[in-house]
């Protein structure tokens, strides 16, 4: 008995395991990415809540370009919050000169902010 068939109807190969022929299937295969902290916790999200999104994405070869999209969007809307919020809040050199720890406590206080705003806005949506 063979342990590898191909079926000519559907163009598939198949696999004996067991008693069964089980097909040999492969995903797409896609060029790998670093994907940083906010695709990564997206893709957690996704996995959890939007299975069928995250499938879609899979199965496709789609995933990682996906991914790495959203964690640059990302990345760069973090960095532009920041600035901006810094800058209408008046938390300036200056007051990293004058006062050190009134500085990292209103920054990590826009940090904070920011990263809310990315994760509702982009990660856990």
């Given at each position: 008995?063979?342990?590898?068939?191909?079926?000519?109807?559907?163009?598939?190969?198949?696999?004996?395991?067991?008693?069964?022929?089980?097909?040999?299937?492969?995903?797409?295969?896609?060029?790998?990415?670093?994907?940083?902290?906010?695709?990564?916790?997206?893709?957690?999200?996704?996995?959890?809540?939007?299975?069928?999104?995250?499938?879609?994405?899979?199965?496709?070869?789609?995933?990682?370009?996906?991914?790495?999209?959203?964690?640059m969007q990302a990345e760069d809307m973090?960095?532009?919050?920041?600035?901006?919020?810094?800058?209408?809040?008046?938390?300036?050199?200056?007051?990293?000169?004058?006062?050190?720890m009134e500085w990292v406590g209103r920054?990590?206080?826009?940090?904070?902010?920011?990263?809310?705003?990315?994760?509702?806005?982009?990660?856990?949506?």
């Amino acid at each position: 008995m063979e342990k590898v068939i191909y079926d000519e109807k559907n163009g598939l190969w198949y696999e004996l395991q067991g008693d069964y022929y089980i097909p040999c299937l492969k995903l797409h295969e896609e060029e790998q990415q670093p994907i940083g902290i906010w695709g990564h916790r997206h893709l957690r999200y996704i996995k959890q809540h939007r299975k069928v999104l995250y499938l879609n994405l899979l199965t496709s070869g789609k995933l990682n370009g996906y991914l790495t999209d959203l964690d640059m969007q990302a990345e760069d809307m973090f960095f532009r919050l920041v600035k901006q919020m810094a800058e209408r809040e008046d938390v300036t050199e200056k007051l990293k000169a004058d006062n050190q720890m009134e500085w990292v406590g209103r920054m990590n206080n826009i940090r904070s902010r920011a990263k809310e705003v990315i994760n509702n806005e982009l990660i856990f949506s």
